[in-house]
DNA sequence: TACATAGATAGATGGCCGTCGATTTGGAGC
DNA sequence: GCTCCAAATCGACGGCCATCTATCTATGTA
């Protein structure tokens, strides 16, 4: 049984003892890993990704009233999604008149990108 | 206003018309969509980040009686987590005798690191 | 001024999900 | 058979979150 290179059990331990050495896991990793999930669970709701799709398709940015109907969503919940993907940083608004247009920020995208590569 | 590249209404409309044009979004994006929402949201735990960042740190297979210590969570509560992990077809589990190792299936995280970028 | 419209916010509701302790499963060894 | 142990499953609880309707804010227009 190859576990050489394995993180498995180092020996048969009495009873009563832990049941393995603890593994190191640094707090730089955690901390970043906390904020890559942040974003994760952004984009973990399918309605959210979607928003991202149709924003990041188009070269500029996106009027609320043309998302709005691409749902069967009310107006307020794309909203609050929108809101959702705001305060992970990954879209971005701007207000003209009445209108918001929404974009997409590349650059959260790609950080958590090259973290799960 | 430049709105020339971008998403806007199109024009004034009376009054009882829908506000715009839908925009298409057809369903095969929809689809892959909601598939790397399902990702995104597996992950979208900072503890779940965490467990696939410890795995794939290894190059072979990692023991749940190492996982569990790292965190300050019981026993099920790990478990748990491992299992949406699986369910989500980001790690697979392999068993041998009394112990159960756990490994990161790197196809998955790919996919959705070829989505975001 | 008043009115209409786009979008955001507030508050309520229902369901999902993270967590736990208790129990079960299944393999190892006696 | 029996016991011990690692891991998974069960059942319950509590909090978070997606959704809605209703309302508010802010801007444009007459």
């Given at each position: 049984?190859?576990?050489?290179?394995?993180?498995?059990?180092?020996?048969?331990r009495?009873?009563?003892?832990?049941?393995?050495?603890?593994?190191?896991?640094?707090?730089?990793?955690?901390?970043?890993?906390?904020?890559?999930?942040?974003?994760?669970k952004?984009?973990?709701?399918?309605?959210?990704?979607q928003l991202?799709?149709?924003?990041?398709?188009?070269?500029?940015?996106?009027?609320?009233?043309?998302?709005?109907?691409?749902f069967?969503?009310?107006?307020?919940?794309?909203?609050?999604?929108l809101?959702v993907?705001?305060?992970?940083?990954?879209?971005?608004s701007?207000?003209?008149g009445?209108w918001?247009?929404?974009?997409v920020?590349?650059?959260?995208l790609?950080?958590?990108?090259a973290?799960?590569k």
């Open positions: 049984m190859a576990v050489d290179l394995e993180l498995a059990p180092k020996q048969k009495p009873a009563g003892e832990p049941c393995c050495e603890p593994v190191v896991y640094p707090d730089i990793q955690r901390q970043q890993a906390e904020r890559m999930a942040a974003v994760a952004a984009l973990g709701e399918p309605i959210r990704l991202v799709d149709v924003l990041r398709k188009h070269a500029g940015k996106v009027c609320v009233c043309e998302l709005v109907p691409l069967d969503l009310s107006q307020p919940t794309v909203s609050h999604h809101k993907l705001r305060d992970a940083g990954i879209v971005d701007e207000r003209r009445l918001a247009f929404y974009y920020i590349p650059e959260t790609k950080e958590l990108s973290w799960l």
